[in-house]
Every structure is written in C-alpha cells, then in structure tokens.
Nanobody, 121 residues
Framework: QVQMVESGGGVVQAGGSLRLSCVAS????????MGWYRQAPGKGREFVAM??????????DYDDFAKDRITINRENAGNATYMEINSLKPERTAIYYC????????????WGQGTQVTVSS
C-alpha cells in the first residue's frame, strides 16, 4: 500500500507563489510517475503537471495553460515531488491532489488527500 502526504497549500494573494510538496512511502518508488492535478469548486479534476520515469531519468509534462508559471521537480530517490506555482490568480483556487501512477501491464493510480490553495484578489 502507498501512503501519500501533501503539504504547502494555503492562502496567497494574487500574483504570489506557492510550493507544494508530496511525499510517498510504502513501495518501490523510483520507476513510477508522480505529479499534480487540481479540482476547482464545482468542477472536475484536471491535469496540472507530471514527472514521468524513463530509463534516462525523469521527464516533465505540463498543462499547456500553466507551463509558463509552474515548475515540477522530483527527488532522485523517487519518493517525492515538488511543484512551484508562480503568478497565482484567483481562478486558480482549487484543491491540489498529488497522483502516483504505476505504469505497466496492470497500471495503478494512488491519490493523496489534497491540499487547498486559495488565491485572494
């Protein structure tokens, strides 16, 4: 079983920045994908950014609307991912969820409990 703990959410003024952290434990974590989704009030969960494992190291994928304001990184040990969000806008208020994806013939997804980000105008 995988446990995931997110942190770093809070209230920030428009134009500010936040750094979200997600630490996972409970299994071999090197050859898995880890990243972030967000869910705004009244809306579905949507992709933000992901680090993907390859034999040559981790690659990064970003949502097209966010990639100029977001940086995602992964610890080399594989058990944590960090996302810095800059130039926050009130419409980016959401719960941010960490996702761990185990690729393969029987893929499995694990989700954290979410961390609230509120951007005040």
């Amino acid at each position: 079983q995988v446990q995931m703990v997110e942190s770093g959410g809070g209230v920030v003024q428009a134009g500010g920045s936040l750094r979200l952290s997600c630490v996972a434990s409970g299994r071999t974590l090197v050859n898995v994908d880890m990243g972030w989704y967000r869910q705004a009030p009244g809306k579905g969960r949507e992709f933000v950014a992901m680090t993907r494992w390859t034999w040559r190291g981790y690659t990064r994928d970003y949502d097209d609307f966010a990639k100029d304001r977001i940086t995602i990184n992964r610890e080399n040990a594989g058990n944590a991912t960090y996302m810095e969000i800059n130039s926050l806008k009130p419409e980016r208020t959401a719960i941010y969820y960490c996702k761990l994806h185990v690729p393969g013939p029987m893929p499995v997804d694990y989700w954290g409990q979410g961390t609230q980000v509120t951007v005040s105008s």
